[in-house]
């Protein structure tokens, strides 16, 4: 039995249509399901909590990453499996896993592969799956809302990045890595990632693995405003942690500090001054 939570307005009202699409598919295979549609922020995690409870194999998140996210809310540290059918404009922790793009194909996968664990972080008290940060990509993600009305994909991101480029100040903050490296400096941006890729498909942390137990950290330092376009191919080919600005490291656990800061948690943006990272290893099970 599949029970499938659906987000109507991801992808500007495209889950909605793949969702009646699914459901004549999947009743036409023959396969038992449920189905159920979000009304406001939060309710999948509350529908996903409920059908853990009862005990439901697999539920399924049509959405984009904040669907997703919220689901996995739901039903991490249970026996209830995540599924995945990519419905919104960015996607980007399903192309961390690989998971199918083509509906269809996503929902074959889920009925024909098992479930496999993976790691999850928290952020001080609150979930996330994919990546957090501070800094440059929060100016981005702020910048590329409204461009989210008008196209998908990497797109927004891109627009978000030129009004970032313009607009950006460096920002102090202290960085502490595991039990013993700390960094306090000003900087241009700090990533925490489990998942591969922000953006719409950027990847932030191209080695990062989401069964490893480690977070990827990524640092870079402030760098005049006139030099960040020359540091544009690095950041869309993911190879900006080999830059000299850049530095990289691998832990299971990161805190940040910083006066005013605004935060990334999987693509909401949070006001907070400081803040822990730790990650729980094979704590959700997802078709992967």
Same mark, same amino acid.
């Given at each position: 039995?599949?029970?499938?939570?659906?987000?109507?307005?991801?992808?500007?009202?495209?889950?909605?249509?793949?969702?009646?699409?699914?459901?004549?598919?999947?009743?036409?295979? &023959?396969?038992?399901?449920?189905?159920?549609?979000?009304?406001?922020?939060?309710?999948?995690?509350?529908?996903?909590?409920?059908?853990?409870?009862?005990?439901?194999?697999?539920?399924?998140?049509?959405?984009?990453?904040?669907?997703?996210?919220?689901?996995?809310? &739901?039903?991490?540290?249970?026996?209830? /499996?995540?599924?995945?059918?990519?419905?919104?404009?960015?996607?980007?922790?399903?192309?961390?896993?690989?998971?199918?793009? =083509?509906?269809?194909? /996503?929902?074959?996968?889920?009925?024909?592969?098992?479930?496999?664990?993976?790691?999850?972080?928290?952020?001080?008290?609150?979930?996330?799956?994919?990546?957090?940060?501070? &800094?440059?990509?929060?100016?981005?993600?702020?910048?590329?809302?409204?461009?989210?009305?008008?196209?998908?994909?990497?797109?927004?991101?891109?627009?978000?990045?030129?009004? /970032?480029?313009?607009?950006?100040?460096?920002?102090?903050?202290?960085?502490?890595?595991?039990?013993?490296?700390?960094?306090? &400096?000003?900087?241009?941006?700090?990533?925490?990632?489990?998942?591969?890729?922000?953006?719409?498909?950027?990847?932030?942390?191209?080695?990062?693995?989401?069964?490893?137990?480690?977070?990827?950290?990524?640092?870079? =330092?402030?760098?005049?405003?006139?030099?960040?376009?020359?540091?544009?191919?690095?950041?869309?080919?993911?190879?900006?942690?080999?830059?000299?600005?850049?530095?990289?490291?691998?832990?299971?656990?990161?805190?940040?500090?910083?006066?005013?800061?605004?935060?990334?948690?999987?693509?909401?943006?949070?006001?907070?001054? =400081?803040?822990?990272?730790?990650?729980?290893?094979?704590?959700?099970?997802?078709?992967?």
């Amino acid at each position: 039995m599949l029970e499938i939570i659906v987000n109507p307005a991801a992808g500007n009202g495209r889950a909605k249509v793949i969702a009646q699409e699914a459901s004549a598919y999947l009743t036409e295979k &023959g396969i038992p399901f449920q189905m159920v549609y979000t009304e406001e922020q939060d309710h999948a995690t509350e529908l996903a909590r409920d059908a853990a409870a009862r005990g439901v194999e697999t539920v399924v998140a049509m959405g984009g990453d904040g669907t997703i996210t919220e689901v996995a809310r &739901g039903l991490v540290h249970t026996n209830t /499996a995540l599924g995945i059918v990519p419905s919104g404009t960015g996607n980007d922790f399903v192309k961390a896993i690989g998971v199918p793009k =083509d509906w269809r194909s /996503a929902l074959d996968f889920i009925l024909t592969h098992p479930p496999r664990p993976v790691n999850t972080g928290t952020m001080n008290d609150r979930f996330f799956m994919n990546a957090c940060g501070a &800094g440059f990509d929060v100016m981005v993600l702020d910048y590329s809302i409204e461009a989210k009305k008008h196209c998908s994909g990497i797109w927004p991101y891109f627009y978000g990045i030129i009004r /970032a480029i313009k607009n950006f100040k460096p920002f102090r903050m202290r960085v502490e890595i595991g039990e013993d490296q700390v960094m306090e &400096g000003e900087y241009m941006l700090c990533s925490i990632a489990n998942g591969k890729y922000i953006g719409g498909g950027i990847p932030i942390a191209k080695q990062a693995d989401v069964t490893d137990g480690l977070l990827d950290i990524l640092v870079v =330092d402030a760098v005049p405003r006139w030099k960040i376009p020359f540091y544009l191919p690095s950041i869309m080919l993911g190879t900006l942690p080999r830059r000299k600005p850049a530095h990289l490291y691998k832990s299971n656990r990161c805190r940040l500090s910083s006066p005013g800061m605004r935060l990334n948690l999987d693509g909401e943006v949070l006001p907070i001054d =400081d803040t822990t990272y730790t990650l729980e290893t094979d704590a959700l099970k997802v078709h992967w």
